[in-house]
């Protein structure tokens, strides 16, 4: 069965929703109370691909430090709570939400997969993207190290070329 995720005036997907993880409205982050920030979903793209998905409607310019600071703060948290969230899962501290997890993400050879934070703005020039991807990778500096993350940080229109949105 296929699942779109309407955010930040985007249509994610059609994906199969046994490929999606829907932190935010999972038990475990429902539990966990109101300073716990979570992405909008988790794709398991394929087997070996796992992606961190944040979608946003608009973005500070770097300029502004103050906004864009507090900005990039708050992409920090979401990714970094979410996979704190994700991995507490797959490793079945917390058993009772582990089922909750469609089975792509319990099939995953984790010591191998490919786990990508995924950005997109709605309606950012591309021109704009690089200050946020800069940023925001060293804000994530040491979880890119630690994790062998990579940060990718789209407008809706390289969100569209790589297949996670419809028009």
Known sequence: MSITIPESGMQFG?????????????QLYKSLGENIKAVEFVL???????????????APQPHNNKDFD????????????S???????ILKRKKDI??????????????RIAIILILVINGHEIGWLSP??????????????????TVTVLNHDLAYENQLISV
């Open 44 to 58: 398991c793209q394929q087997m070996n691909k796992i992606c961190f998905i944040e979608a946003k409607s608009s």
């Open 83 to 89: 996979i704190e969230l994700f991995f507490s899962t």
């Open 98 to 111: 582990y089922g909750e997890m469609p089975s792509c993400f319990h099939e995953a050879e984790y010591a």
């Open 132 to 149: 946020i991807s800069d940023a925001l990778k060293r804000k994530l500096k040491r979880q890119i190290k630690t994790w062998d993350l």
């Open 14 to 26: 059609p994906f199969d929703e046994k490929h999606i993880f829907q932190l935010e409205k999972s």
């Open 70 to 81: 507090k900005f990039i703060l708050e992409l920090y948290d979401k990714f970094v709570h």
